[in-house]
């Protein structure tokens, strides 16, 4: 009886494996649009053991940024283990996720990711969707002609880079297009025909209504779909429709309304964000006026940042249009309203431009990589934070200047500032208000003599302090003070990055836009702290509290932040320091920079693409079925 029933397990096992092939194949070609739930990642092997990052000896007590790091580690080696290995798996998640099969090209691209070492985990790559998608709702002919009608893009003609009649020989920038064009030279054989315009100046400037993004995001979504692999396209469209002579320029209805851009912000916010309901300031406005007083909804226990892409989201905070140079004068506007294909190198998160890795991070200027060297062991460091720079951020002028955010970052460091301040002096601290970071728990000694105690450990100023208008003195040489800024700060020498490096603590702020110093930062052996609005490539692969310190745009945790890490855990910035520096060290590299252009390009060249929809990678799902 046992044997027969073994037997008959056997047969019932063996009928049911010779099945699945039969299954697969009906299901599939009954459902085309559920084909997902059929080879989803989940039933495919991911071919090799996961290296997650070992957990941390644990933090040693309750104090919340102890629980945001613990959190962070737990969230990132649960990520890390979504890891894809082999081919056959990165295009299923990529189906898993993105509900489309890859792009074409997609199988060079990951076989290129593996020869250079790349770690690659899907969801480094959302942003590329959250850029891209809003693209499938418009005409991709409409696209391709923008494109070609822009004056400064890299161009790419039968795997070459080309230049055009029409295309301005010396722009402003030039520099930044030829960084950008030799990292495209890297991938060059792998592309088909593009035009990729470039944004050279250094604000963001595609702004565009939420519904009108909201209508486009809509069509995307109907639009995706899992077509069988025998209907899939490889080869893509020339651009020979659109090189006509003469060629039709693109003019994308520029707008220069520096002194309304809160405007523009807040028609491409949700339509029930904080940020809709409000009008810009007026530059008079006192600095007690438009500081928020209590903690916001992305913060935790003790007031500390729990979500930092909300941290980073000017809908979520109204306040910012009077504390960011961005919102009360920026240095150049030039935006438009209407959506078309423009890469940029930073963006606010809710500009349209399709995000690439900034040129400054392909320069070898030491002034933002600092240079080959990233500092020396954490026990020499001095037990201080520094920080250096411009007073960028926008035009400040006599009537506007406190509402500016280094302004405010350096006022607040400054002990003798607060000195002032906490001593009752009238006028003290225009840029800042104390009750917003009273509000924070700061060991007592500290919080009573927060100046003096900023005088221990805080090394912060100015360098130059961009005036507007701008002075020159009689030699015809631009001033670098600013009079009516002359009477809060000083001008301080500047320190190249190799010298900033012997300091703990490693802060980064905007200044136009994003600060270009931030990558130097994180490869370095010192702990970087970031505080942006402005969104980056990179940033779906970094973590806040594991790779670097998150604070707030307000700037009002930073003192209750450093209380942390000096008063009793060194070791826990010391570990930020570390696993920030060799991740940004596996992750941030030219070559990473190189995949994420290229991935994205591959994306680009399918939404431009008049087949687009039939246009997909399906190799691995053809191999699969034939095995
Ligand atoms: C960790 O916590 C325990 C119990 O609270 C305490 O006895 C010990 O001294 C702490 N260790 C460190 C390194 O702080
Ligand atoms: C401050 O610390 C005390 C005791 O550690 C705690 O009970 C309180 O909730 C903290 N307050 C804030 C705002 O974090
Ligand atoms: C942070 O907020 C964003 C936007 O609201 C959300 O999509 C994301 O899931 C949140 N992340 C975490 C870790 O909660
Ligand atoms: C610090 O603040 C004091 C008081 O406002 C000011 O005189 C000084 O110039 C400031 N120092 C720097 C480096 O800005």
Redesign the pocket.
């Known amino acids: 009886m046992v044997l027969v029933a073994k037997a008959r397990l056997r047969y019932l096992v063996i009928a049911c494996v010779a099945t699945i092939p039969v299954l697969y194949f009906l299901l599939y070609q009954a459902l085309p649009d559920t084909f997902s739930s059929v080879v989803s990642s989940h039933s495919l092997p991911n071919g090799r053991p996961q290296h997650v990052t070992p957990p941390p000896a644990k933090v040693n007590d309750s104090h919340p940024i102890s629980g945001l790091i613990e959190d962070a580690y737990a969230?990132f080696s649960r990520l890390l283990a979504k890891r894809s290995w082999s081919l056959a798996y990165a295009a299923a998640r990529y189906r898993e996720l993105r509900g489309r099969h890859p792009p074409p090209g997609f199988d060079q691209w990951f076989e290129a990711a593996q020869s250079n070492g790349a770690i690659i985990v899907e969801e480094f790559f959302d942003r590329i969707h959250h850029d891209i998608n809003p693209f499938w709702g418009v005409n991709p002919d409409k696209l391709r002609r923008q494109a070609r009608g822009l004056p400064h893009a890299i161009r790419v003609r039968n795997g070459k880079i080309a230049h055009f009649k029409d295309d301005d020989p010396d722009p402003p920038r030039k520099d930044r297009l030829e960084l950008w064009e030799k990292l495209v030279q890297d991938m060059l054989p792998h592309l088909p025909d593009l035009d990729i315009p470039v944004n050279l100046l250094d604000e963001p400037r595609v702004l565009v209504p939420w519904e009108d993004i909201a209508r486009n995001i809509a069509k995307e979504r109907t639009s995706r779909r899992l077509f069988p692999p025998n209907e899939a396209v490889a080869e893509r469209t020339s651009f020979s429709d659109v090189d006509t002579d003469p060629p039709q320029p693109f003019e994308p209805e520029w707008i220069d309304d520096r002194h309304k851009y809160w405007n523009y912000v807040s028609r491409a916010c949700p339509p029930n964000s904080p940020a809709r309901k409000v009008q810009p300031i007026e530059a008079s406005t006192p600095i007690d006026d438009v500081f928020p007083t209590g903690p916001m909804s992305y913060m935790g226990d003790g007031g500390f940042i729990t979500?930092f892409?909300?941290a980073q989201d000017p809908c979520l905070q109204p306040h910012l249009r009077g504390m960011h140079g961005t919102f009360v004068e920026p240095f150049s506007m030039v935006t438009a309203t209407k959506l078309f294909p423009f890469f940029s190198g930073s963006k606010l998160p809710i500009n349209n431009e399709l995000l690439i890795p900034d040129a400054m991070y392909l320069s070898s200027e030491t002034r933002y990589s600092g240079g080959t060297k990233h500092g020396g062991p954490w026990a020499e460091k001095k037990d201080a934070l520094v920080w250096r720079g411009t007073a960028s951020g926008g035009r400040n002028q006599e009537g506007n200047w406190w509402h500016y955010q280094r302004h405010r970052f350096v006022q607040m460091l400054n002990g003798s500032a607060v000195s002032l301040v906490q001593g009752g002096g009238p006028g003290a601290g225009p840029t800042f208000n104390l009750k917003a970071a009273n509000s924070y728990n700061v060991s007592a000694p500290h919080e009573s003599q927060l100046g003096p105690w900023l005088n221990k450990w805080s090394d912060v100023g100015f360098n130059r302090l961009d005036c507007w208008p701008e002075s020159h003195d009689w030699l015809g040489r631009l001033r670098l003070n600013c009079p009516y800024t002359d009477p809060f700060f000083k001008l301080v020498g500047s320190k190249p990055m190799v010298e900033q490096y012997n300091y703990k603590f490693l802060p980064d702020v905007d200044g136009n836009s994003f600060s270009a110093r931030w990558r130097g930062f994180l490869l370095s052996t010192s702990c970087p702290l970031k505080a942006t609005v402005y969104a980056e490539w990179h940033d779906d692969r970094l973590m806040p509290w594991l790779h670097f310190v998150p604070f707030d745009n307000t700037f009002m945790d930073i003192y209750a932040i450093m209380d942390y890490f000096l008063d009793g855990h060194d070791a826990e910035a010391q570990r930020i320091a570390e696993e920030g520096q060799d991740w940004a060290s596996k992750v941030l590299r030219r070559e990473d920079m190189m995949l994420y252009m290229w991935r994205l390009l591959l994306e680009y060249a399918r939404v431009l693409d008049p087949q687009r929809d039939r246009l997909g990678f399906v190799g691995d799902l053809a191999t699969d079925a034939s095995t």
């Open positions: 969230s979500n892409t909300q």
